[in-house]
């Protein structure tokens, strides 16, 4: 036995060991798969095991998987709730209300949406929503809501939305107030033209219609309510200044009556004053009558009390917005979370400095290099990157020189060759140039071997019918003729016809009387005709 003090040999040794067991609840971030321990150490949900940073074990059982994700929501509220709505022709949305000395909210329906089989209702804040149902018929039961899963903001919106709709309310029933007290004074008015209707019927015609072309004829207790037939008429130049508008229709003289604009047989003479004329409105010019029409400027006139337009407009946005953005809040609540989410990143940089294994998702390195560094970065991987590209580069380069050469050294070779092969068959002549192509140097030579001319016999070659005898092979200082045959098919040739005198057909030598004669081109035809049998 070994420890700090000492080392022992064959001796019993008594120790005491100490084991905790307890039950913990952890935080479980399901997007990333990790169990977050106490000490704020990432462990991989689907492990099941996890060993602490003080060096305590931890076992858990599995998650069940939940595709609906019924997990994931909270009951906030279960009861009866009042539901507000619209009425037929009408697009006011369906708001959901409950005030109780508990719970106080009014959220509005915005859109349906199907979770399994059950129909929820979202409401204009993203994380509420409505389940429409009957008593004991939900997917999950209310509960203690964790720590974890409370939301300060959310508590604070939803007090906010609850007054937007309450002042919405009011001003709602202030409006119908009003309009209900307008409708009154309109009552009221038309009892008083009612009043008028036995003194001036086409006055209250006028009052009640709002419009020129009514009259009224009051029978009794009723006040009958006649539309004229608008007919055209035209204007008339009068001797005399009268209350109503001359005018002519169907060539008779009529007079137009204001306000009403009915036609009368008769008018009403006045004296013409320059001071106080008779005006009339014509096809929207104002003209004076003194007898004759003038125009003149347009009068003031008199407006009633304008038509109430107010309406009230809700704020769509006031569950989400504020007086801060949306990146404001997530800052604010960065700024409130991080001396809780402190230590526990400062351990997982500890494990991984000590090389321990560090979770996937647990810290991003994107919050610890900003854009300038990524950038520099990513400008010298691309520096080295084009470097590696230049340096093979300059080494093909010089490969490909290298092969270039050797290539053009070949083709000047073969050029020569090429050349040579040519004038051996045709002599200084144009066949010369294709030299360069070595297939155009094939195909001169094919056509060259194929040539078969006419043969032309001397006219110095005496006829005999006695077969040639032997004779000395020619010596090597006559003149040889160009053919297109290689060295070694002329070797064969000679081999093959010993007895046979060549001569050119424009040189001409004299052999003995007992030898036949040929020329060159009938050794020549004898030559390609024979010789493929010989082979």
């Not at 989410?341 to 090389?355: D, F, K, Q, Y």
């Not at 092969?421 to 002599?427: D, E, N, Q, V």
């Not at 004779?471 to 040889?480: G, M, T, V």
């Amino acid at each position: 036995y070994a420890d700090s003090y000492g080392s022992w040999d064959n001796v019993i040794v008594q120790a005491v060991i100490k084991v905790t067991l307890q039950t913990l609840e952890l935080s479980v971030k399901r997007k990333l798969g990790h169990v977050v321990m106490p000490s704020g150490t990432f462990c991989k949900l689907s492990s099941r095991y996890c060993i602490d940073a003080d060096g305590s074990e931890t076992y858990w059982s599995p998650v069940a998987i939940d595709n609906c994700h019924f997990d994931q929501y909270d009951i906030l509220y279960e009861g009866l709730a009042t539901r507000l709505v619209p009425q037929t022709n009408y697009t006011t949305p369906t708001v959901y209300t409950v005030t109780t000395q508990e719970t106080t909210f009014a959220l509005t329906k915005t859109v349906d949406i199907d979770v399994c089989g059950y129909k929820l209702s979202q409401t204009e804040h993203p994380k509420l929503f409505v389940l429409q149902t009957q008593k004991g018929r939900t997917f999950k039961t209310r509960g203690k809501i964790t720590v974890d899963n409370l939301d300060i903001f959310l508590y604070v919106n939803s007090k906010f939305v609850y007054v937007e709709k309450h002042i919405k309310k009011q001003l709602t029933q202030l409006y119908r107030n009003i309009m209900e007290q307008k409708c009154a004074l309109e009552k009221q008015v038309l009892q008083n033209a009612l009043t008028l209707a036995s003194i001036a019927p086409d006055e209250t015609a006028y009052r009640i219609m709002r419009e020129p072309g009514y009259t009224a004829v009051l029978s009794g207790e009723v006040l009958h309510l006649v539309k004229c037939i608008p007919v055209e008429c035209k204007l008339r130049q009068a001797e005399h200044c009268y209350s109503e508008l001359p005018v002519t229709h169907a060539n008779t003289s009529f007079f137009l009556q204001p306000r009403t604009r009915i036609l009368t047989k008769t008018g009403t003479i006045r004296d013409c004053n320059h001071l106080l004329p008779i005006m009339y409105k014509l096809h929207g010019i104002w003209f004076r009558l003194t007898p004759k029409p003038v125009e003149v400027i347009a009068p003031t006139i008199i407006q009633p009390m304008s038509h109430p337009t107010w309406h009230y407009t809700s704020s769509s946005s006031l569950a989400t917005s504020g007086i801060y953005s949306t990146d404001d809040l997530d800052r604010l609540r960065a700024h409130i979370m991080f001396p809780v989410e402190r230590p526990s990143i400062v351990n997982t940089l500890a494990r991984g400095a000590m090389g321990n294994e560090i979770p996937a998702g647990s810290i991003s390195l994107s919050n610890l290099l900003d854009e300038d560094s990524l950038n520099r970065i990513a400008e010298s991987a691309g520096k080295r990157v084009w470097k590696g590209f230049v340096t093979f580069g300059s080494a093909s380069a010089g490969v490909l020189a290298i092969f270039i050469i050797i290539r053009t050294a070949k083709l000047v070779i073969d050029t020569l060759i090429h050349g040579y092969a040519l004038h051996t068959m045709y002599g200084w002549s144009l066949h010369l140039v294709g030299a360069v192509w070595s297939s155009v140097t094939h195909l001169l030579l094919h056509l060259g071997r194929r040539r078969d001319p006419q043969p032309q016999e001397s006219t110095n070659a005496e006829p005999s019918d006695e077969t040639p005898g032997p004779s000395a092979p020619p010596s090597p200082s006559e003149d040889q003729p160009s053919t297109s045959n290689s060295s070694t098919e002329a070797l064969h040739l000679s081999h093959a016809h010993p007895n046979v005198v060549v001569s050119s057909t424009k040189e001409k030598q004299h052999a003995p009387a007992i030898y036949k004669t040929y020329t060159y081109t009938d050794l020549r035809k004898y030559l390609d005709v024979n010789v493929p049998n010989n082979d």
